[in-house]
């Protein structure tokens, strides 16, 4: 079954430092599949990146998509204070057809 | 403005059923597929449903199949998840999400779940 792995679980880092996620697939996955999500606490999960590194609609530029095959990456340049949240990688395919890393969250150190 | 709203959540003993209704506005609900998500206290994202904007496709995770059905009335704009035989582990926050994905020349192309509603809380438990 295919399956996205993330990490760190948590990364700690100070505002204005740069924040490297990973998220890396079981099996290989076309780039233009290959999604990132923000959620803050208490509300709904926001789409930051399609297509591996393609910013969402109003999506500031400090967030930056990379990767292909089964390894992929999400980079804050500078984190701000707001971006302080849980992230989530996402692959559209089949079995299954829609499938969610396990998160890493971003908190203030 | 573009919305999806959710209701139907509630508290339900476990082998009972539950109905979840999302209502779209502010877009054309019947262009776009749809999805459910649902979120466990604590916990992960975890896709549950897809249906097509035709309603010609469905799919559905493993921890559901057999027990949940999607469905949509473009006439009403609405999205619907029926729940039975619910369980502890279906305990969670269900989202309905909009999915911009496109048939083009033999193509798909995807940009990922754009629209998110607020979620209705599902608990289960005796």
């Known amino acids: 079954e295919f399956v996205l792995t993330q990490s760190p679980g948590t990364l700690s880092l100070p505002p204005g430092e740069r924040a490297t996620l990973s998220c890396r697939a079981s099996?290989?996955?076309?780039?233009?599949?290959l999604v990132w999500y923000q959620q803050k606490p208490g509300q709904a999960p926001r789409l930051l990146i399609y297509g591996a590194s393609s910013r969402a609609t109003g999506i500031p530029d400090r967030f930056s998509g990379s990767g292909s095959g089964t390894d992929f990456t999400l980079t804050i340049s500078r984190v701000e204070p707001e971006d302080f949240a849980v992230y989530y990688c996402?692959?559209?395919?089949?079995?299954?057809?829609?499938?969610f890393g396990q998160g890493t969250r971003l908190e203030i150190k | 403005e573009v919305q999806l709203v959710e209701s139907g959540g509630g508290l339900v003993q476990p082998g009972r059923s539950l109905r979840l209704s999302c209502a779209a506005s502010g877009f054309t609900f019947s262009s776009y597929s749809m999805n459910w998500v649902r979120q466990a206290p604590g916990k992960g994202l975890e896709w549950v449903s897809y249906i097509s904007s035709s309603r010609t496709t469905v799919y559905y995770a493993d921890s559901v199949k057999g027990r949940f059905t999607i469905s949509r009335d473009n006439a009403k704009n609405s999205l619907y998840l029926q729940m039975n035989s619910l369980r502890d582990e279906d305990t969670a926050v269900y989202y309905c999400?909009?999915?911009?994905?496109?048939?083009?020349?033999?193509?798909?192309?995807?940009?990922?779940?754009?629209?998110w509603g607020q979620g209705t809380t599902v608990t289960v438990s005796s």
């Open positions: 999400v909009r999915e911009d994905l496109e048939y083009v020349a033999g193509a798909y192309y995807y940009y990922g779940m754009d629209v």
């Open positions: 099996q290989s996955v076309s780039s233009s599949y």
């Open positions: 996402q692959r559209y395919g089949s079995s299954p057809p829609r499938t």
